[in-house]
């Protein structure tokens, strides 16, 4: 998560603040001995934290700059459980593509949306990168276009065989009612649109 990283940093750049502060102190009145040993410690545990932000830093620069861009439709959402912002899970964007031969793929992009931020819409394209099996996402590249194929990319496929629950839905767009698959995005059979069930 970004803003784990960014504390971090935070937390490191203290470290080394203060730690080389008191260390300094320390050293000036009794010369090297035990204790200031100890603030060294710190300096050295910040330079720890930075070093592993800096190492985040290259790792997400590493996937826009080196990684494959893919245009990719907004399929879905998924709740992130390994981190808690003001008491709710953010929200990663699960997207599909066509890979470099053309096979559909699905990913889960590590956004971290608040949760209820609905900009991304399902349906909608983004560009996204894929590196070394990471993926990153170009913010600016959200838009409305359609892909070649893009019904491939977007027609129900059950993840969990099995599982899957039809029920009754009214399409938001035009009103028809139509059968859809529970926790997948349906395509309205009347107007086409993509509705999230
Ligand atoms: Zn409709």
Not at 22 to 40: A, D, E, K, N, Q
């Amino acid at each position: 998560m970004d803003s784990a990283f960014v504390i971090l940093a935070i937390m490191g750049a203290a470290f080394i603040g203060i730690g080389g502060i008191v260390s300094t102190v320390f050293i000036s009145v009794g010369g090297i001995g035990v204790f200031s040993i100890i603030p060294l410690f710190f300096v050295l545990l910040g330079a720890c934290f930075l070093a592993s932000f800096f190492i985040h830093l290259k790792k997400k620069s590493d996937i826009r700059n080196k990684g494959t861009r893919y245009p990719a439709k907004i399929f879905g959402y998924v709740q992130d459980t390994t981190v808690s912002v003001n008491g709710a899970y953010p929200v990663n964007l699960k997207v599909r593509y066509f890979d470099s031969n053309r096979k559909v793929k699905e990913a889960i992009i590590p956004t971290g949306f608040p949760r209820g931020s609905n900009q991304y819409a399902i349906g909608m394209t983004m560009d996204i990168f894929e590196y070394k099996g990471k993926y990153g996402w170009d913010k600016d590249s959200l838009r409305d276009e359609t892909l070649l194929n893009e019904c491939m990319l977007m027609d129900e496929k059950p993840v969990e065989p099995g599982k899957v629950k039809r029920i009754a839905m009214d399409c938001p767009n035009c009103g028809a009612s139509f059968q859809a698959t529970k926790g997948y995005s349906n395509k309205c059979p009347y107007c086409g649109s993509y509705i999230d069930a």
